[in-house]
Protein backbone atom coordinates (compact mmCIF):
# COMPACT_ATOMS: atom_id res chain seq x y z
CA UNK A 1 0.00 0.00 0.00
CA UNK A 2 1.26 3.54 -0.34
CA UNK A 3 0.06 6.43 1.34
CA UNK A 4 -2.58 8.35 -0.65
CA UNK A 5 -2.06 11.85 -2.18
CA UNK A 6 -4.21 15.32 -2.02
CA UNK A 7 -6.91 15.28 -3.89
CA UNK A 8 -8.83 19.14 -4.30
CA UNK A 9 -12.38 18.93 -5.35
CA UNK A 10 -14.67 22.22 -5.63
CA UNK A 11 -18.52 22.66 -6.09
CA UNK A 12 -18.82 23.65 -10.05
CA UNK A 13 -22.38 23.63 -11.97
CA UNK A 14 -21.53 25.33 -15.51
CA UNK A 15 -19.22 24.16 -18.09
CA UNK A 16 -19.66 28.29 -18.75
CA UNK A 17 -19.61 30.56 -16.10
CA UNK A 18 -17.06 30.56 -13.87
CA UNK A 19 -15.49 27.34 -15.71
CA UNK A 20 -11.66 28.69 -15.73
CA UNK A 21 -12.08 30.13 -12.46
CA UNK A 22 -13.13 26.86 -11.04
CA UNK A 23 -9.94 25.04 -12.74
CA UNK A 24 -7.99 27.21 -11.45
CA UNK A 25 -8.60 27.84 -8.25
CA UNK A 26 -9.43 23.53 -8.30
CA UNK A 27 -5.32 23.44 -8.97
CA UNK A 28 -3.97 26.01 -6.79
CA UNK A 29 -3.87 23.91 -3.15
CA UNK A 30 -1.57 21.13 -5.74
CA UNK A 31 0.19 23.74 -6.92
CA UNK A 32 -1.29 24.84 -9.78
CA UNK A 33 -0.61 24.00 -13.32
CA UNK A 34 2.58 25.48 -13.79
CA UNK A 35 4.07 22.93 -11.34
CA UNK A 36 3.50 20.05 -13.64
CA UNK A 37 4.09 21.83 -17.22
CA UNK A 38 7.75 23.51 -17.98
CA UNK A 39 8.42 25.62 -20.91
CA UNK A 40 8.46 24.10 -24.01
CA UNK A 41 7.12 20.77 -22.11
CA UNK A 42 5.12 18.03 -24.34
CA UNK A 43 1.90 17.66 -23.23
CA UNK A 44 -0.99 15.41 -24.03
CA UNK A 45 -3.80 15.65 -22.45
CA UNK A 46 -5.62 12.53 -22.53
CA UNK A 47 -10.14 12.73 -21.81
CA UNK A 48 -12.39 10.01 -22.07
CA UNK A 49 -13.90 9.44 -25.69
CA UNK A 50 -15.69 6.35 -25.21
CA UNK A 51 -17.75 6.27 -27.93
CA UNK A 52 -19.80 9.09 -30.95
CA UNK A 53 -22.29 10.73 -27.95
CA UNK A 54 -23.09 14.17 -27.56
CA UNK A 55 -21.32 16.11 -24.45
CA UNK A 56 -24.61 16.69 -22.97
CA UNK A 57 -25.27 13.26 -22.58
CA UNK A 58 -22.24 12.95 -20.20
CA UNK A 59 -20.78 9.65 -21.24
CA UNK A 60 -17.77 11.46 -22.86
CA UNK A 61 -15.31 14.31 -21.12
CA UNK A 62 -16.68 17.87 -21.56
CA UNK A 63 -14.78 19.38 -24.32
CA UNK A 64 -14.68 22.62 -22.41
CA UNK A 65 -12.76 20.84 -19.61
CA UNK A 66 -10.17 20.09 -22.06
CA UNK A 67 -10.42 23.48 -23.71
CA UNK A 68 -9.10 25.22 -20.31
CA UNK A 69 -6.34 23.30 -20.03
CA UNK A 70 -5.33 23.68 -23.29
CA UNK A 71 -5.30 27.17 -22.54
CA UNK A 72 -3.68 27.07 -19.02
CA UNK A 73 -0.95 24.28 -20.61
CA UNK A 74 -0.02 27.21 -23.18
CA UNK A 75 0.05 29.58 -20.85
CA UNK A 76 2.86 27.92 -18.65
CA UNK A 77 4.79 27.56 -22.36
CA UNK A 78 3.58 23.85 -22.93
CA UNK A 79 2.64 22.51 -25.83
CA UNK A 80 -0.34 20.47 -25.88
CA UNK A 81 -1.99 17.76 -27.59
CA UNK A 82 -5.15 15.93 -27.50
CA UNK A 83 -5.84 12.27 -27.81
CA UNK A 84 -7.79 8.82 -27.10
CA UNK A 85 -8.57 5.89 -28.60
CA UNK A 86 -12.15 4.94 -28.23
CA UNK A 87 -14.20 1.55 -28.22
CA UNK A 88 -12.62 0.02 -31.22
CA UNK A 89 -16.06 -0.39 -33.06
CA UNK A 90 -16.76 2.93 -33.77
CA UNK A 91 -14.99 5.23 -36.34
CA UNK A 92 -12.43 7.63 -34.60
CA UNK A 93 -13.55 10.56 -37.01
CA UNK A 94 -16.99 10.24 -35.92
CA UNK A 95 -16.31 9.94 -32.21
CA UNK A 96 -14.18 13.21 -32.48
CA UNK A 97 -16.80 14.74 -34.39
CA UNK A 98 -19.80 14.27 -32.34
CA UNK A 99 -18.17 14.53 -28.91
CA UNK A 100 -17.26 17.96 -29.86
CA UNK A 101 -13.53 17.64 -29.66
CA UNK A 102 -13.15 18.13 -33.77
CA UNK A 103 -14.60 21.92 -33.23
CA UNK A 104 -12.79 22.52 -30.26
CA UNK A 105 -9.58 21.31 -31.39
CA UNK A 106 -9.66 23.51 -34.54
CA UNK A 107 -11.09 26.41 -32.39
CA UNK A 108 -8.01 26.19 -30.17
CA UNK A 109 -5.62 24.99 -32.58
CA UNK A 110 -4.27 22.17 -30.85
CA UNK A 111 -3.93 18.92 -32.66
CA UNK A 112 -6.21 15.50 -32.31
CA UNK A 113 -4.49 12.95 -32.34
CA UNK A 114 -4.90 9.57 -33.61
CA UNK A 115 -4.17 6.98 -31.25
CA UNK A 116 -5.15 4.19 -33.95
CA UNK A 117 -2.80 4.77 -36.01
CA UNK A 118 0.55 6.12 -34.34
CA UNK A 119 1.67 3.08 -33.17
CA UNK A 120 2.37 1.21 -29.80
CA UNK A 121 4.58 -0.74 -27.85
CA UNK A 122 4.38 -3.73 -26.02
CA UNK A 123 4.89 -3.35 -22.14
CA UNK A 124 4.97 -5.60 -19.63
CA UNK A 125 4.31 -5.24 -15.99
CA UNK A 126 2.47 -6.95 -12.81
CA UNK A 127 2.45 -10.13 -15.03
CA UNK A 128 0.44 -8.68 -17.44
CA UNK A 129 1.28 -7.93 -21.10
CA UNK A 130 -0.49 -4.77 -23.03
CA UNK A 131 0.39 -2.11 -25.77
CA UNK A 132 0.54 1.51 -25.12
CA UNK A 133 -0.06 3.97 -27.78
CA UNK A 134 3.38 5.90 -28.77
CA UNK A 135 2.23 9.32 -27.74
CA UNK A 136 0.74 8.66 -24.62
CA UNK A 137 4.77 7.45 -24.15
CA UNK A 138 6.49 10.24 -26.09
CA UNK A 139 4.90 13.10 -24.16
CA UNK A 140 6.44 14.66 -21.47
CA UNK A 141 3.55 15.06 -19.28
CA UNK A 142 0.22 13.25 -19.61
CA UNK A 143 -2.31 15.41 -18.18
CA UNK A 144 -5.92 13.05 -17.25
CA UNK A 145 -8.85 14.64 -18.09
CA UNK A 146 -11.56 11.70 -17.21
CA UNK A 147 -15.42 11.77 -17.06
CA UNK A 148 -17.07 10.63 -13.76
CA UNK A 149 -19.24 7.50 -14.65
CA UNK A 150 -20.25 4.10 -13.48
CA UNK A 151 -19.64 1.09 -15.29
CA UNK A 152 -21.47 -2.24 -15.29
CA UNK A 153 -18.08 -3.90 -14.96
CA UNK A 154 -15.93 -2.03 -12.71
CA UNK A 155 -18.70 0.19 -11.06
CA UNK A 156 -16.74 3.53 -11.13
CA UNK A 157 -15.21 4.88 -14.36
CA UNK A 158 -12.45 8.13 -13.43
CA UNK A 159 -9.39 8.45 -13.30
CA UNK A 160 -7.51 4.79 -13.22
CA UNK A 161 -9.50 3.58 -15.97
CA UNK A 162 -9.47 6.57 -17.87
CA UNK A 163 -5.59 4.87 -18.49
CA UNK A 164 -6.89 2.17 -20.44
CA UNK A 165 -7.92 4.23 -23.46
CA UNK A 166 -4.40 4.29 -23.56
CA UNK A 167 -4.65 0.72 -25.41
CA UNK A 168 -5.12 1.35 -29.33
CA UNK A 169 -7.98 -0.23 -30.60
CA UNK A 170 -9.63 -3.29 -30.58
CA UNK A 171 -6.73 -4.45 -28.44
CA UNK A 172 -9.08 -3.07 -25.45
CA UNK A 173 -11.50 -6.16 -26.53
CA UNK A 174 -8.64 -8.62 -26.66
CA UNK A 175 -7.45 -7.96 -22.95
CA UNK A 176 -11.05 -8.60 -22.10
CA UNK A 177 -10.69 -11.74 -23.86
CA UNK A 178 -7.16 -12.72 -21.95
CA UNK A 179 -8.63 -11.76 -18.48
CA UNK A 180 -12.88 -12.59 -18.23
CA UNK A 181 -12.68 -12.20 -14.20
CA UNK A 182 -13.34 -9.07 -12.84
CA UNK A 183 -10.65 -9.29 -10.14
CA UNK A 184 -7.57 -10.07 -12.44
CA UNK A 185 -8.87 -7.19 -15.17
CA UNK A 186 -9.29 -4.82 -12.51
CA UNK A 187 -5.36 -5.44 -11.65
CA UNK A 188 -4.68 -5.21 -15.20
CA UNK A 189 -6.28 -1.78 -15.38
CA UNK A 190 -4.39 -0.43 -12.46
CA UNK A 191 -0.94 -2.39 -13.94
CA UNK A 192 -1.95 -0.07 -17.06
CA UNK A 193 -2.44 3.32 -15.10
CA UNK A 194 0.52 2.39 -12.68
CA UNK A 195 2.62 2.22 -16.60
CA UNK A 196 1.73 5.77 -17.26
CA UNK A 197 0.86 7.22 -14.30
CA UNK A 198 -0.52 11.14 -15.53
CA UNK A 199 0.99 13.64 -13.78
CA UNK A 200 -2.75 15.17 -12.96
CA UNK A 201 -5.98 14.43 -13.20
CA UNK A 202 -8.50 16.12 -13.52
CA UNK A 203 -12.29 14.70 -13.46
CA UNK A 204 -15.11 16.04 -15.15
CA UNK A 205 -18.24 15.45 -12.22
CA UNK A 206 -19.97 19.13 -13.45
CA UNK A 207 -22.86 16.34 -15.29
CA UNK A 208 -21.55 12.53 -14.43
CA UNK A 209 -22.76 9.37 -15.38
CA UNK A 210 -25.27 7.35 -13.08
CA UNK A 211 -27.32 3.91 -13.20
CA UNK A 212 -25.84 0.90 -15.73
CA UNK A 213 -22.70 3.77 -17.47
CA UNK A 214 -20.58 3.77 -18.80
CA UNK A 215 -22.23 3.93 -22.67
CA UNK A 216 -25.97 4.74 -23.20
CA UNK A 217 -26.81 2.52 -20.59
CA UNK A 218 -26.24 5.46 -17.74
CA UNK A 219 -27.94 8.53 -17.05
CA UNK A 220 -26.85 11.59 -16.81
CA UNK A 221 -26.31 13.31 -13.14
CA UNK A 222 -25.98 16.27 -12.08
CA UNK A 223 -23.18 16.01 -9.49
CA UNK A 224 -21.45 19.72 -9.90
CA UNK A 225 -18.17 18.94 -9.01
CA UNK A 226 -14.22 18.96 -10.23
CA UNK A 227 -11.71 16.61 -8.62
CA UNK A 228 -8.17 16.80 -9.33
CA UNK A 229 -4.83 14.87 -7.62
CA UNK A 230 -1.72 13.43 -8.83
CA UNK A 231 -2.40 10.32 -8.22
CA UNK A 232 -5.37 8.90 -10.40
CA UNK A 233 -5.84 5.74 -7.49
CA UNK A 234 -6.26 8.77 -4.48
CA UNK A 235 -8.92 10.71 -7.00
CA UNK A 236 -11.33 7.79 -7.74
CA UNK A 237 -10.86 6.89 -3.79
CA UNK A 238 -12.20 10.12 -3.22
CA UNK A 239 -14.78 10.07 -6.01
CA UNK A 240 -15.80 7.18 -4.22
CA UNK A 241 -16.88 8.83 -0.97
CA UNK A 242 -18.52 11.41 -3.06
CA UNK A 243 -20.84 8.57 -4.52
CA UNK A 244 -21.27 6.78 -1.58
CA UNK A 245 -19.89 3.78 -3.46
CA UNK A 246 -17.94 1.47 -1.50
CA UNK A 247 -14.24 0.84 -2.59
CA UNK A 248 -14.30 -2.39 -2.28
CA UNK A 249 -16.48 -3.20 -4.94
CA UNK A 250 -14.24 -1.31 -8.04
CA UNK A 251 -12.29 -3.88 -9.04
CA UNK A 252 -9.15 -1.93 -9.58
CA UNK A 253 -9.18 -0.03 -6.28
CA UNK A 254 -8.63 -3.30 -4.50
CA UNK A 255 -5.34 -5.07 -5.44
CA UNK A 256 -1.65 -4.36 -4.37
CA UNK A 257 -0.34 -0.67 -4.28
CA UNK A 258 -3.13 1.19 -4.01
CA UNK A 259 -3.49 3.51 -1.21
CA UNK A 260 -5.15 2.30 2.05
CA UNK A 261 -8.21 4.97 3.66
CA UNK A 262 -9.17 8.08 2.64
CA UNK A 263 -6.71 10.76 1.05
CA UNK A 264 -6.16 14.13 2.08
CA UNK A 265 -9.08 15.76 0.69
CA UNK A 266 -9.28 19.28 0.37
CA UNK A 267 -12.59 20.92 -0.60
CA UNK A 268 -12.88 24.21 -1.84
CA UNK A 269 -15.61 26.44 -1.12
CA UNK A 270 -17.59 24.32 0.48
CA UNK A 271 -17.23 23.39 4.16
CA UNK A 272 -16.73 19.48 3.60
CA UNK A 273 -16.73 16.65 1.38
CA UNK A 274 -20.31 15.18 2.85
CA UNK A 275 -21.99 18.79 1.25
CA UNK A 276 -20.88 17.60 -2.32
CA UNK A 277 -23.10 14.19 -1.91
CA UNK A 278 -25.67 14.26 -4.44
CA UNK A 279 -28.93 13.71 -2.72
CA UNK A 280 -30.15 10.70 -5.47
CA UNK A 281 -27.29 8.51 -7.29
CA UNK A 282 -27.62 5.56 -8.90
CA UNK A 283 -25.01 3.05 -8.55
CA UNK A 284 -25.02 0.22 -11.40
CA UNK A 285 -27.25 -2.97 -10.75
CA UNK A 286 -24.25 -4.51 -10.86
CA UNK A 287 -22.88 -3.39 -7.41
CA UNK A 288 -24.11 -6.47 -5.36
CA UNK A 289 -22.21 -8.51 -7.79
CA UNK A 290 -19.34 -6.99 -7.50
CA UNK A 291 -18.99 -7.54 -3.44
CA UNK A 292 -19.29 -10.97 -3.90
CA UNK A 293 -16.09 -12.62 -1.89
CA UNK A 294 -13.79 -14.33 -4.26
CA UNK A 295 -14.07 -17.73 -2.69
CA UNK A 296 -17.72 -17.61 -3.30
CA UNK A 297 -17.41 -16.57 -7.03
CA UNK A 298 -14.93 -18.93 -7.69
CA UNK A 299 -17.18 -21.99 -6.16
CA UNK A 300 -20.69 -20.36 -7.69
CA UNK A 301 -18.98 -19.75 -10.75
CA UNK A 302 -22.24 -21.44 -13.24
CA UNK A 303 -24.56 -19.56 -11.34
CA UNK A 304 -22.85 -16.24 -10.86
CA UNK A 305 -23.54 -14.73 -14.42
CA UNK A 306 -24.06 -11.26 -15.99
CA UNK A 307 -25.14 -11.16 -19.84
CA UNK A 308 -26.20 -9.39 -22.48
CA UNK A 309 -30.09 -9.11 -23.16
CA UNK A 310 -31.41 -7.83 -26.24
CA UNK A 311 -34.33 -5.49 -26.15
CA UNK A 312 -36.85 -4.34 -28.57
CA UNK A 313 -35.27 -0.99 -29.06
CA UNK A 314 -32.70 -2.94 -31.24
CA UNK A 315 -31.94 -1.09 -34.80
CA UNK A 316 -30.01 -4.37 -35.73
CA UNK A 317 -26.71 -1.61 -36.60
CA UNK A 318 -24.30 -4.91 -35.46
CA UNK A 319 -22.21 -2.96 -33.60
CA UNK A 320 -22.14 -5.12 -30.40
CA UNK A 321 -21.57 -7.98 -32.81
CA UNK A 322 -18.61 -6.49 -33.98
CA UNK A 323 -17.84 -5.52 -30.37
CA UNK A 324 -17.68 -8.80 -28.94
CA UNK A 325 -14.07 -9.88 -28.02
CA UNK A 326 -15.11 -13.76 -27.86
CA UNK A 327 -17.93 -14.08 -30.58
CA UNK A 328 -20.61 -14.45 -28.39
CA UNK A 329 -23.06 -12.45 -30.69
CA UNK A 330 -24.11 -13.53 -33.89
CA UNK A 331 -26.48 -11.29 -35.96
CA UNK A 332 -28.19 -12.48 -39.56
CA UNK A 333 -29.40 -9.45 -41.78
CA UNK A 334 -31.95 -7.47 -40.15
CA UNK A 335 -32.46 -9.18 -37.26
CA UNK A 336 -31.12 -9.33 -33.75
CA UNK A 337 -28.60 -10.37 -32.22
CA UNK A 338 -28.31 -13.54 -30.91
CA UNK A 339 -26.14 -14.57 -27.41
CA UNK A 340 -24.71 -17.92 -27.07
CA UNK A 341 -24.25 -18.00 -23.25
CA UNK A 342 -21.99 -20.70 -22.81
CA UNK A 343 -19.13 -18.20 -25.29
CA UNK A 344 -20.39 -15.22 -23.34
CA UNK A 345 -17.52 -13.58 -20.59
CA UNK A 346 -19.63 -11.01 -19.18
CA UNK A 347 -17.23 -8.12 -20.16
CA UNK A 348 -20.18 -5.29 -21.31
CA UNK A 349 -18.31 -4.35 -24.29
CA UNK A 350 -21.90 -4.91 -26.42
CA UNK A 351 -23.63 -3.08 -23.35
CA UNK A 352 -21.20 -0.18 -23.81
CA UNK A 353 -20.99 0.38 -27.36
CA UNK A 354 -24.98 -0.02 -28.44
CA UNK A 355 -26.13 3.25 -29.81
CA UNK A 356 -29.94 2.51 -28.53
CA UNK A 357 -29.60 1.26 -25.10
CA UNK A 358 -30.83 -1.66 -26.36
CA UNK A 359 -28.81 -4.27 -24.36
CA UNK A 360 -29.33 -4.84 -20.57
CA UNK A 361 -26.86 -6.59 -18.66
CA UNK A 362 -29.52 -9.47 -17.18
CA UNK A 363 -28.08 -11.04 -13.76
CA UNK A 364 -28.49 -14.49 -13.16
CA UNK A 365 -31.14 -15.59 -10.53
CA UNK A 366 -28.78 -15.90 -7.27
CA UNK A 367 -27.22 -12.43 -8.29
CA UNK A 368 -30.72 -11.03 -8.64
CA UNK A 369 -30.85 -12.63 -4.74
CA UNK A 370 -27.85 -11.10 -3.41
CA UNK A 371 -28.83 -7.58 -4.84
CA UNK A 372 -32.27 -7.61 -3.47
CA UNK A 373 -30.67 -8.69 -0.22
CA UNK A 374 -28.06 -5.61 -0.08
CA UNK A 375 -30.85 -2.70 -1.16
CA UNK A 376 -31.71 -1.27 2.21
S1 LIG B 1 -28.35 -4.40 -29.65
FE1 LIG B 1 -27.66 -2.31 -29.98
S2 LIG B 1 -25.60 -2.49 -30.82
FE2 LIG B 1 -26.58 -4.50 -31.02
S3 LIG B 1 -27.45 -4.53 -33.06
FE3 LIG B 1 -29.07 -3.84 -31.66
S4 LIG B 1 -28.92 -1.61 -31.68
FE4 LIG B 1 -27.02 -2.37 -32.58
S1 LIG C 1 -21.77 -10.90 -25.45
FE1 LIG C 1 -21.31 -8.87 -24.64
S2 LIG C 1 -20.84 -9.25 -22.47
FE2 LIG C 1 -20.75 -11.22 -23.53
S3 LIG C 1 -18.60 -11.46 -24.06
FE3 LIG C 1 -19.61 -10.54 -25.85
S4 LIG C 1 -19.36 -8.33 -25.56
FE4 LIG C 1 -18.87 -9.29 -23.60
Redesign the pocket.
Known sequence: MSDPAKVTVIPCDSYVSGFPECIESLLEPIGGLSSFVSQGSNVLIKPNLLTDRHPDEAITTHPEVVRHLVRMVRDCGGTPSVGDSPASTVKLSRVQEKTGFLDMCREEEVPLLNMEQSGSVEIKRDGYTFHIAKPVLDADVVISAPKVKTHVLTVLTAGVKNMYGTIPGFLKANLHKEHPAVPDFGRLVAAICRTVPPALSVADAVVGLQGDGPGTGGRPARLNFLAASTDAFSLDLAICKVLGIDPKAVSYLNGAGVPSGLPDIQVIGASSIDDLSPADFDVPSTLGARLVPAFLVNLLERFLWIRPA?MD?????????ASCPVAALS?APKE??RLEPEKCIGCCC?HE????K??KMAQSPLLNLIRRGRQP
Open positions: VACISCGRCVMKPCICPEAI
